[in-house]
């Protein structure tokens, strides 16, 4: 996992200089062209008329501010790709362990489940529900849980029909409902082991269940969890 990360780091590196030199390569041109035509101007002004030193001054200022914005456009791209490197090597430490996400989006891939942890924020349902839909937004599943399970649910993609699910992302949703027929309101949390870690240059990304979840939409990390499918 250690060369996968500075293989990354190494990406993300050359896309921050890639993007500075795009940046330098944008602005020489104006800048030669302002230098040129600055040298032209003092070369050929009227002797008896020469340029007013206001003027002049303020051209060595335009001059100055674009250099300083090239500059501090370099700077800020280093910076950026410092902090996405110890971003990532922050992140190798999930590697291995659970992580939960606020999203109600899993991942199924092969055999591992699409898995979620669920909790009542206001009430005790006494029914439960669960429906999953594909990424389209087809309902591909429906399942009674047990109101009063652990609050986890790993569906192994086996659809109503009988047949198996592909790979892919699914959502979950829950119906609950308490003892007089109220809906009970639920919050849904995706569940995964981290496989990996990457990043586009700017964010850093982990690999759960062949998704790929930003670590700000993190909630929490644990050791592994093996448990089975919940009923």
Do not use: C, H
Not at 26 to 50: A, G, R, Y
């Amino acid at each position: 996992m250690t060369s996968v990360t500075a293989t990354t780091d190494a990406n993300s590196k050359t896309s921050a200089d890639a993007q500075s030199a795009a940046t330098n390569s944008l602005l020489t041109p104006d800048l030669n062209l302002f230098l040129k035509m600055l040298t032209t101007q003092m070369q050929n002004q009227d002797p008896l008329s020469p340029m007013d030193t206001t003027q002049y001054t303020q051209q060595l200022v335009q001059y100055s501010q674009v250099e300083q914005s090239m500059q501090q456009t370099t700077a800020l791209n280093n910076i950026l790709a410092n902090l996405s490197s110890q971003g990532m090597t922050q992140a190798t430490g999930f590697i291995g362990r659970e992580a939960r996400f606020d999203t109600d989006v899993s991942g199924l891939k092969g055999d591992t489940p699409a898995t979620w942890s669920y909790a009542s924020t206001g009430g005790t349902p006494s029914s439960l529900v669960a429906t999953i839909k594909d990424a389209n937004g087809r309902t591909v599943a429906t399942q009674t849980l047990d109101p009063a399970g652990d609050g986890r649910f790993a569906w192994d993609g086996t659809r109503t029909d009988g047949s198996k699910a592909p790979d892919g992302a699914y959502q979950l949703s829950l119906a609950a409902k308490d003892g007089n027929g109220n809906d009970v309101p639920m919050v849904i949390n995706s569940v995964g082991i981290v496989k990996d870690v990457v990043t586009d240059g700017a964010n850093v990304m982990l690999g759960v269940n062949g998704l790929r979840l930003s670590t700000g939409g993190l909630v929490a990390i644990s050791a592994a969890d093996t448990r089975a499918v919940a009923d």
